[in-house]
């Protein structure tokens, strides 16, 4: 919970940030695994995704233009140490209401991200480092609460 809090409030994972360089990431991580647009198309390609497991640094011009952390509820998070310490892998299920009340005691503001609130989705905002958590049912039982997918963030 503390990652997720911290890179609500800075934008930041540890080092990590955006505007980097992929290199610089790839010093600190070790090499990602390419999505396959760079394997095709090289590494010039914009728009797509480095990986490490669960995290994934979006590139454009070589330089990291995005950050994703997905958890799928119910399983294991596997994260590089950077960005997970002490171990490389965490419970990957977090309720909506656990997040929120970890910003609100960080004193993290956040409001609800009316583009990624719809039917069984719902999404936040979080200010001023404008890092969004997407959060959904984990089936179609509308009694239970939503959990974590993503939290993401990007330059423009």
């Known amino acids: 919970m503390n990652v997720l809090v911290d890179f609500a409030r800075t934008g930041r994972i ?27 198309k090289g590494p010039d390609i914009d728009g797509y995704p480095y990986s490490w497991n669960g995290l994934q640094l979006v590139v454009t011009q070589r330089a990291v233009s995005g950050i994703w952390i997905n958890l799928w509820p119910g399983s294991t998070a596997k994260l590089p140490p950077l960005v997970l310490p002490d171990s490389e892998s965490s419970q990957a299920t977090v309720l909506r209401e656990e997040l929120v009340t970890a910003l609100d005691t960080a004193g993290c503001h ?47």
């Open 14 to 40: 540890g080092p990590l940030h955006c505007g980097m360089l992929l290199t610089e990431a790839e010093d600190l991580l070790g090499p990602g695994r390419p999505h396959p647009a760079h394997i095709m």
């Open 110 to 156: 956040h409001e609800v991200n009316p583009v990624l609130t719809f039917d069984e989705q719902s999404s936040i905002l979080t200010q001023p480092a404008e890092v969004c958590a997407v959060f959904s049912l984990p089936g179609r039982d509308h009694r239970v609460p939503h959990y974590l997918d993503v939290m993401h963030m990007h330059t423009a």
